[in-house]
C-alpha cells in the first residue's frame, strides 16, 4: 500500500472518530437540556424554560447564595377542615387550591418550590434575577386570596364548606441549588429567611390576617400597599421578634387576575369495588371443562353521587339557658355572632389541654394601637 492510500487511510479513520466525539457530545448535551427541562419544568412558566436553556449556565445546578423571597401559603386549619370528607372530596379540595396557588404564582414570574400537604411554597428572584421580586410576591399573594375568597361562592351553589388561608412573605439572602440524594434531586431555596417565611405565615393564622410580609418585603413598597405595622410577637424556631406588615390592599396599578379554566385539575378516583373487580375479572367464571371465561363488564355509567349537604356551624346556647333549642328568624335558624369579623368563623373544635396565654404584641390599625 503507498504511503498516498495510508494518507487516506488515516484521513478517513480521524474522520469517523470526530464524528463519534461530536455524536457523543451531541448526546451528552440533549441529556443535560433534558435534565434542566425535567427539572425546572415542574416549577417555574415554560417561557422561562425557554430563557434557561438559551444561557447555558453551567451554575444553574450549582449552590449558590442569592437574594430571594420566599411566599408560604398554607389552608387554615386544614386537619380539622377534613375530618368530615373523604379522600376523594379533600383531593378535590388540594386540586382546587394547587390550581389556584400555582397559577398566581407563575403568573407574577414566581417558581413553585414545593407542595405541602396542606398548602404550597413559591420562590421569586431565582433562577433568573428579578428586580420586582418583592412587589411581583405581594401581587401573586394577593390575587391568591381574591380568588380563594371568590371560590366560596362556587362552593356554596356545590354545598361545600369553604376554606380560608393565610401567607408568609420574607425577602433576604438564600441558598439556591440543586438538593437531594442520588435518586431524586431538586431545585431549591434554604436558610434562616427562608424559614422565617414559613414562621411568618403562622402569624398570620395568630394575627387573623390573611397576608404577612416582612419588613424587608415591604420596606421599598410602603406607598403602593396598604400596610398595618406588626411588631413584638415571638416566634418559634426564630432568635427575633416579629416585625412585619399586615397586607390589606394595593393602592394603585392592581393587576385583574384571571384563572385559565383548565388550571384547577381533578384527579380520577378508582372504586375499591370497580379495582377489585377488575382485577378478579380474568378469573371470575370458570366452566365445567375448567377454562376460564372472562367476567362479563357493565357499560351503563354509574351515576354521579350527589353532592353532600353544606355544613352550618352549630348555634352557641345563651348564658341564660331559656331554651334548649335554637331561636328562629324570619331568614331561618339564628348564626352565632363571629367574634374576630367575617374572615374566620370560630372552630368547633376544643383542645384537651388548655392553651398558654398568648404573648402580648401591638397591631396597629384605624390610627390606633391595639394590645392583643
Known sequence: MSSLQWLVALVALGGIAG????????????????????TFARYVAPSVVDVLLARKDERLFTGRAVRATVLVCRIRNFAHFIEPLSPEETLRYLNEFYGLAGTAIQRHRGIIDSFLGDGIVGV????????????DALQAALALVRHVVAMRKRWERQHRKPFTI????????????????????????????ATFAHRLQEAAFALNAFIVASRATCESLASEYKLVPVSGVPLPGVRRLLDAFVV??????????????DAMVETTIEPAAAAASAAGAPFAAHSATGTTTPAPVATTPKPPEPEPPVARP????SSTRTTATATTTACGPAMPELR?????????????????PPPRATYEDRGGSFEL
Open 124 to 135: 421569586f428572584g431565582v433562577p433568573l434575577d428579578n428586580p420586582t421580586q418583592e412587589d
Open 166 to 193: 393565610g401567607i408568609g412573605i420574607n425577602t433576604g439572602e438564600m441558598i439556591a441549588g440543586d438538593a437531594g440524594f442520588r435518586d431524586r434531586r431538586e431545585f431549591t431555596v434554604v436558610g434562616s429567611e
Open 314 to 317: 352549630r348555634v352557641r346556647p
Open 340 to 356: 374576630h369579623g367575617w374572615m374566620f368563623a370560630q372552630d368547633d373544635a376544643k383542645p384537651i389541654l388548655p392553651e398558654p
Open 19 to 38: 464524528c463519534a466525539v461530536a455524536w457523543r457530545r451531541w448526546r451528552a448535551e440533549r441529556r443535560e437540556l433534558a435534565r434542566v427541562r425535567g
Open 248 to 261: 390589606r390592599a394595593r393602592l394603585r396599578g392592581a393587576e385583574q387576575f384571571t384563572v385559565p379554566s
